[in-house]
């Protein structure tokens, strides 16, 4: 089946500083790919929406110059956390959209835990 | 917007039991998935439906898109059942997933 990997599984960084985390899939294209965040004890909610070659559709409350996207090609997108938080701690977890099984199949990464101290 | 009601939020069961989790929406969607989710945090994609049923080993599924309401059944269930169920619906196309609140399921030997 689909793969999607997620880099790095885990991260500790000291408030101020940026993360990058990476999504890729493995054996498809993807067409879209998602930005869910899952904070301790609560459901998921979607961060943005990726379409490769063009900007992010974010969500409402989701500060963009903060949580930038980069959906360079079909295989990698990336969400970078700047001059990141303790409030930014968080379980971050990607999805892509496979073309050719059609836009509603979602597949998920395994998720990057980010601790900001 | 739409709104996802899982229930039960907590489920303890004994292994064997038949298991029922329930899922209703406010909006009409393109699809519903079921997701399980364990300690780690990883996700697994259990069912994608937009109508009818679904079986996949002792996981069925089940969607009435008239009343807005999901199952996900467990047969014989095993402690290795145990994780939390997440109902997530799509409006269609490039819509990203809006979630329930999940249910965690334990099930005990």
């Known amino acids: 089946g689909a793969v999607v990997s997620q880099h790095p599984s885990w991260v500790i960084c000291k408030s101020g500083t940026s993360v990058k985390i990476e999504c890729r899939s493995l054996?498809?294209?993807?067409?879209?790919m998602f930005w869910y965040r899952q904070f301790p004890k609560q459901s998921l909610m979607l961060m943005a929406t990726?379409?490769?070659?063009?900007?992010?559709?974010?969500e409402q409350g989701v500060e963009k110059d903060k949580f930038l996207i980069n959906h360079a090609s079909l295989t990698l997108s990336t969400l970078t956390v700047t001059s990141a938080h303790p409030e930014d701690s968080s379980f971050y977890i990607c999805?892509?959209?496979?073309?050719?099984?059609?836009?509603?199949?979602?597949?998920f990464g395994p998720g990057t835990r980010l601790t900001v101290l | 917007k739409n709104e996802v009601e899982q229930s039960p939020q907590n489920l303890t069961a004994q292994e064997g039991e038949f298991i029922t989790i329930n899922c209703s929406y406010s909006?009409?969607?393109?699809?519903l998935h079921w997701l399980q989710q364990h300690p780690g945090g990883g996700i697994v994609s259990l069912f994608m439906?937009?109508?009818g049923k679904k079986k996949h080993g002792r996981l069925i599924a089940t969607i009435n898109i008239q009343e807005k309401h999901s199952s996900l059944h467990i047969t014989a269930s095993h402690p290795r059942d145990s994780a939390v169920y997440i109902c997530?619906?799509?409006?269609?196309?490039?819509?990203?997933?809006?979630f329930g609140k999940g249910t965690h399921l334990i099930i005990q030997p």
């Open positions: 999805s892509a959209s496979a073309l050719a099984a059609g836009t509603d199949t979602q597949y």
């Open positions: 054996d498809f294209q993807a067409t879209t």
């Open positions: 990726s379409n490769e070659g063009s900007k992010a559709t974010y």
């Open positions: 909006v009409g969607i393109s699809a």
């Open positions: 439906l937009s109508s």
């Open positions: 997530a619906v799509s409006g269609g196309g490039a819509d990203g997933l809006t």
